[in-house]
């Protein structure tokens, strides 16, 4: 009796290995499939903010391009809302960038002369805008701030006789931005650049006498890990109020109040490094020495140069999984006066013993409208784009798996120096392709509130001029016409864009050395 009862037991384990092997795969593809079904969702919070109602129709963007062919917004047309001209000289960081480009344009709008204003970059200026008139004539100096002998020299470098009596404001908006690397393995860059180089900035302007320090950082630094995997029997949960943690954040500064994250803690290297460059300016705030940050909400766009509309129109053909994400997003021009509005704040106190209560914290700022979906923007390039473009959906989880297989790719020579002889270094945009871009590519939502409250009760008074409808079309418009200029003239039009500074600043051994 005992032989039978033994082939039955071994005949039952065999099958409910089984029905494991096939079990176990099958439950893990609907587990994913439901997952997907999640990502690929929008919240009902969110989806109050941003009603299907207000979606981007053809007519509208059509008739919106009509109007600004015909009255382009440029820094005459809102030329009143610029803070008053101040008896000031001006060096900018990162002055031939997006946000930092701006500020130029509107510091000369406003009438301060081309000699009080200087450029401190890396790059050159190439934006059409401030290659030609009064920007052209700007002095610019190119630095690498991670290196304290290039920054000290470009702010002791001697002013114009007419100028050099005139107390100093620093814009401080260089930075590199690299928004897919999360390991303290790629960190050097960022850490250099983003924190040493901003101790470089302050040290250098406090050298050369400035007394007003506003620095560009970041909306994304507010911006928590999302937590995708989602335990299975939450998934089904009935009430459809289960979402991956953090799957929806609103951009705010509470967390300057409070003490700073670890490093994992956020979501990539380049919001960790801004944080900490951000608390360096706010914390270098003295009554002689006011300082102050802004934090653009979230992505910033403005010139076919940026990644936010830029990015889409250079790829053509451009793989997407994000059509539905609702975020708020920030022109450079609104941007820009946001730092003018604060340098009117803490400029505005004639003594040095007293301390404005703005001075030594950050305020996010925002184009002024509802925050939008990535597919209104997808619908404006495919709507007035006149290269090609054509979007390709692709389901999120699929994305989210390849990241994690990329990024585990990347950092495997680190880890590892062995592979460095076996795998080929990834090139193309594929690289970038790493767990943070999902993170940051949620609904992310923020608002003026806090920068616009008047100034008496501590805000900074400030108004958005251009709205992301405009800011997008506008940009589109400029791209169509550069276009047809350059094929008019048998030239093809190049961008120098801030995702492809990181590899120049590589080549170039910025960031080797910090001392």
């Known amino acids: 009796m005992a032989g039978p009862q033994v082939l039955s037991d071994f005949d039952e384990t065999h099958y409910i290995s089984d029905v494991l092997v096939y079990a176990i795969p099958v439950l893990l593809l609907i587990y994913l499939f439901r997952l997907n079904q999640v990502i690929k969702s929008t919240p009902e919070e969110v989806s109050r903010l941003s009603p299907s109602t207000s979606r981007w129709t053809k007519k509208l963007l059509q008739e919106t391009y009509e109007r600004l062919e015909k009255d382009c917004i440029t820094t005459t047309s809102y030329a009143c809302s610029i803070p008053p001209k101040l008896k000031r000289r001006y060096v900018v960081t990162g002055g031939s960038g997006l946000v930092g480009g701006y500020i130029v344009l509107q510091l000369l709008e406003r009438g301060q002369p081309a000699e009080a204003i200087r450029i401190v970059d890396f790059r050159a200026p190439n934006r059409p805008d401030m290659v030609t008139g009064p920007a052209s004539e700007v002095d610019f100096v190119q630095t690498d701030i991670s290196s304290v002998e290039s920054t000290t020299k470009a702010f002791s470098k001697p002013w114009s006789p007419s100028v050099a009596h005139l107390p100093l404001t620093v814009f401080h908006t260089a930075a590199v931005i690299v928004p897919s690397e999360r390991s303290r393995l790629v960190y050097k860059l960022c850490e250099a650049v983003n924190i040493h180089g901003t101790q470089n900035v302050v040290d250098a302007a406090r050298k050369a006498g400035a007394d007003i320090l506003i620095s560009t950082t970041s909306g994304s630094i507010a911006i928590r890990p999302i937590k995708f995997w989602i335990a299975p029997w939450k998934l089904w949960d009935v009430s459809g109020s289960t979402w991956p943690r ?30 900490a460059a951000e608390r360096i300016v706010c914390g270098a705030n003295t009554p002689s020495f006011r300082t102050g940050c802004i934090r653009p909400a979230n992505g910033v766009y403005g010139n076919p140069t940026d990644n936010t509309v830029g990015g889409p129109l250079n790829s053509g053909d451009y793989p997407t999984w994000t059509p539905h994400i609702i975020q708020s997003f920030c022109h450079g021009i609104n941007a820009a006066l946001a730092h003018l509005h604060f340098e009117a704040v803490l400029a505005s106190r004639s003594t ?22 990535y597919n209104d923007l997808y619908t404006a390039i495919l709507t007035l784009a006149t290269t090609h473009f054509q979007i390709i959906p692709l389901p999120p989880i699929l994305i989210l798996l390849l990241s994690h297989a990329i990024e585990f790719y990347i950092l495997l020579p680190l880890k590892y120096p062995i592979f460095r002889r076996i795998l080929p270094p990834l090139t193309g945009d594929v690289r ?65 864009t801030s995702i492809a500074l990181p590899d120049q600043l590589r080549k170039a051994g910025a960031g080797n050395s910090t001392s």
Request: glycine share 6%; aromatic share 10%.
């Open 246 to 275: 953090h799957f929806w954040q609103v951009l705010d500064e509470k967390d300057f109040f409070e003490p700073p994250r670890p490093h994992d803690g956020y979501y990539a290297n380049y919001p960790a490094s801004k944080a």
């Open 352 to 373: 040095k013993s007293s301390l404005p209560s703005q001075a030594g914290r950050p305020y996010v700022v925002t184009d002024p409208n509802q925050p939008i979906t």
């Open 432 to 496: 970038f392709l790493q767990p943070a871009i999902m993170d940051i590519c949620t609904h992310l939502v923020a608002s003026n509130s806090n920068i616009s409250r008047p100034v008496e009760v501590g805000g900074l008074g400030y108004t958005g001029v251009i709205t992301t409808l405009d800011g997008m079309v506008q940009e589109i418009l400029e791209w169509n016409r550069e276009h047809r200029e350059a094929e008019a003239e048998g030239r093809k039009v190049v961008y120098h």
